[in-house]
């Protein structure tokens, strides 16, 4: 599975962004599928994740201002932020993992697949 994320930029705190996740090769009926981010200097952090059953998980700092969503039709997903901040400038990687048991989906080391990066900068 090949990831493309997209829809990274510079806006100012208080702004929305939306970034998408694109597969170019299917089956993300039965994936974990997920967004984590990296600022400068720290590491990778787990920030969303939604599974095959459509359940969504959230990182604390993001909870009620970021949402995950997913079309397994279009084997796309997205993660809209809202009320954004400072703190959330990153570098954002979209990650995918098959089904797994005993997985866990918010350490990045479980993580088999990943997109190549999106940069969100957020001004205050």
């Known amino acids: 599975v090949q990831l493309q994320a997209s829809g990274g930029g510079l806006v100012q705190a208080g702004d929305s962004l939306r970034l998408s996740c694109a597969a170019t090769r299917g089956a993300f009926s039965n994936y974990n599928v997920g967004w984590f981010r990296q600022a400068p200097g720290k590491e990778r952090m787990f920030v969303a994740s939604i599974n095959w059953t459509g359940s969504t998980y959230y990182a604390d700092a993001v909870k009620g201002r970021f949402t995950i969503l997913r079309d397994i039709s279009k084997d796309r997903a997205a993660l809209q932020m809202n009320n954004l901040k400072p703190e959330d400038t990153a570098v954002y990687y979209c990650?995918?993992?098959?089904?797994?048991?005993?997985?866990?989906?918010?350490?990045?080391?479980?993580?088999?697949?990943w997109g190549q990066g999106t940069l969100v900068t957020v001004s205050s």
């Open positions: 990650a995918a993992t098959e089904r797994t048991i005993g997985a866990d989906y918010t350490n990045y080391q479980w993580i088999k697949y």
